[in-house]
């Protein structure tokens, strides 16, 4: 029986950012890239869409008027500028997260997004990416430092059960249970947004 391309071959399960940005859209779409090997994502739900949409336009709402430009992006690559792991420098790979949405200060067009102009990242936490939202990335974007992470959490039926909010904690490299929304997401993120906006809007088609 033939070996799999990476037991003969380790490297050919790794990816660097130039193959990453030369890789077709649709390809890119379907993946992320942690330390350099490629993590396949599932395909949203139809619900998981319609939130991440609604969640969009409410926080879009929430910007202050006359404060710094505030951006809210939908499934927008991300590119870690901090070390996620105890790699050393020489070597450190690509890694690069799609949060479902990204609050972020204004970049200039054209420049990559990265997770030093991210102040709070959203995952919406369906039953297929509990572990990889409340585990993997809760712990890369704290030591990535964005400020403010939120959990929409759906239950089986793929409505909402509750928006889970953390916050840096003093170190600045671990997250901190902040609240448990039910019903409501009601709070106020950094640059002065303030959120208010229901569950049922949330899900509204």
Known sequence: MPFPAWATDPYSLLITQEEYEALPEDVSKAIEVVDGSVVVCESPSPEHQRIMMNLCYALKAARPS??????VLPDTDVYYVEPHSHIS???RR?????PDISILHCIERGSKLTSADVFTA?????SDSRQRDFQDKKAEYAGQRIPVYLIVVLDAEET????????????GRSYQ?????RDVLATELPEGMKVNVTFSELESV
Do not use: Q
């Open 94 to 98: 690509f890694t690069m997260r799609r």
């Open 122 to 126: 959203v995952e919406i936490a369906g």
């Open 89 to 91: 420098d020489k070597a």
């Open 177 to 181: 249970l902040a609240m448990v929304h």
């Open 160 to 171: 909402i059960n509750s928006v889970e909010e953390y916050r840096l904690d003093w170190s």
């Open 66 to 71: 006359g404060g710094p430009c505030i951006d």
